[in-house]
């Protein structure tokens, strides 16, 4: 399975950035997408994750600001982020559970400046 994300850059306080990431190299449907980050100096964390049948969660600083979804069919991932804050600057992963593994992307950086 690869993935490739796209949409990373740099945004002022109050903006909106939209993350995307396709997944390339399946067969069966995935069952669980999403996305985590890392900041410098800290542990990578959940940001949000969908399920197949469209089931979210997400990371308590991030609800009702970030929208995540998908597109089956398409096998894409998407995360739309709004009112972005500087302490949503990190690495961006997109992230697939297929097949009980989980592979991850190679990063995006978002940068939000106050």
């Known amino acids: 399975v690869q993935l490739q994300a796209s949409g990373g850059g740099l945004v002022q306080a109050g903006e909106s950035l939209r993350l995307s990431c396709a997944a390339s190299g399946t067969t069966f449907s995935i069952h669980t997408m999403g996305w985590y980050r890392q900041a410098p100096g800290k542990q990578r964390e959940l940001v949000a994750t969908?399920?197949?049948?469209?089931?979210?969660n997400y990371k308590d600083s991030v609800k009702g600001r970030f929208t995540i979804s998908r597109d089956n069919a398409r096998n894409t991932v998407n995360l739309q982020m709004n009112s972005m804050k500087p302490e949503d600057t990190a690495l961006y992963y997109c992230?697939?559970?297929?097949?009980?593994?989980?592979?991850w992307g190679q990063g995006t950086q978002v940068t939000v400046s106050s």
């Open positions: 992230t697939v559970t297929y097949l009980l593994r989980t592979y």
């Open positions: 969908i399920t197949i049948v469209g089931i979210t």
